[in-house]
């Protein structure tokens, strides 16, 4: 399954890509995910950015049903931090829930809530939503990204 559309800001600040609504773009998108971070010096937030990433888009795919429309991932790079947006076409809104220890589902954004530094849920000017999350990188290794050891993403 191949992405739909993409682009790559002029800076490499913003990455944007489009999947159809399917299982197998979770992996596609962490993979763009993965790159776009290690070009922006980011690999201490890897493993977290990548499980919020992933909670994200399985949302969108189960949940945002709604016919020819595809989920649009977007990656910003804010210095110390990395916005990670996924947007779909369905209005109804993500509801975090307590699941019980027996529950199946319901725990995604609570892994969302507890990894992050911020997120939320945007509504879009025409039809549906962005969910959105903030991770940034520990205190500890902030020294390193101003010392100038980001690099530029390659598309």
Do not use: F
């Amino acid at each position: 399954m191949a992405m739909k559309s993409d682009l790559t800001g002029p800076d490499g600040r913003v990455v944007v890509r489009r999947w159809t609504r399917h299982p197998r773009c979770v992996a596609l998108a962490r993979a763009d995910l993965r790159k776009a971070l290690a070009g922006w010096g980011l690999v201490a937030i890897e493993e977290v950015a990548l499980l919020v990433l992933s909670e994200l888009i399985t949302n969108a795919v189960r949940h945002a049903r709604v016919p020819g429309r595809q989920i649009e991932g977007r990656y910003l790079y804010q210095g110390d931090k990395v916005r990670i947006e996924v947007h779909d076409a369905a209005d109804q809104l993500p509801k975090l829930r307590t699941p019980t220890p027996e529950s199946v589902r319901g725990r995604g954004l609570v892994l969302v809530e507890t990894l992050a530094d911020q997120w939320g849920v945007t509504p879009r000017p025409a039809v549906g939503k962005a969910v959105w999350a903030v991770l940034a990188l520990p205190v500890d290794e902030r020294g390193s990204l101003a010392s100038g050891e980001r690099r530029e993403v390659q598309s």
